[in-house]
């Protein structure tokens, strides 16, 4: 069965910190490249960062410096820590493959404000 699980958003002020988390099964995790995507309002689902099954991971730029990917294989989770978080980084979050599965969890909302 297909499963994809986002927690971890939540409101915070600008140059505050979130973790996410991403539960997924196996199917999928044993793919060798997981990624955070991202999606705010009236703009399309864009990709923030990925991670190869060995650990080499990338960003945008738009993130680059401020979130971390990580993965834990053997509990089939891939993470995402915030750090120095703008306005601009309000979306909801999701994490699939890459190239993403014909299938979305629900994402988890991050909103950045004051």
């Known amino acids: 069965q297909v499963q994809l699980v986002e927690s971890g958003g939540g409101l915070v002020q600008p140059g505050g910190s979130l973790r996410l988390s991403c539960a997924a099964s196996?199917?999928?995790?044993?793919?060798?490249?997981m990624g955070w995507y991202r999606q705010a309002p009236g703009k399309q689902r864009e990709l923030v960062a990925t991670?190869?099954?060995?650990?080499?991971?990338n960003s945008a730029d738009s993130v680059k410096g401020r979130f971390t990917i990580s993965r834990d294989n053997a509990k089939n989770t891939v993470s995402l820590q915030m750090n120095s978080l703008k306005p601009e980084d309000t979306a909801v979050y999701y994490c699939?493959?890459?190239?993403?599965?014909?299938?979305w969890g629900q994402g988890t909302q991050v909103t950045v404000s004051s």
């Open positions: 196996r199917i999928i995790v044993s793919t060798n490249l």
């Open positions: 991670i190869s099954k060995t650990g080499s991971t």
């Open positions: 699939n493959t890459v190239p993403a599965v014909n299938f």
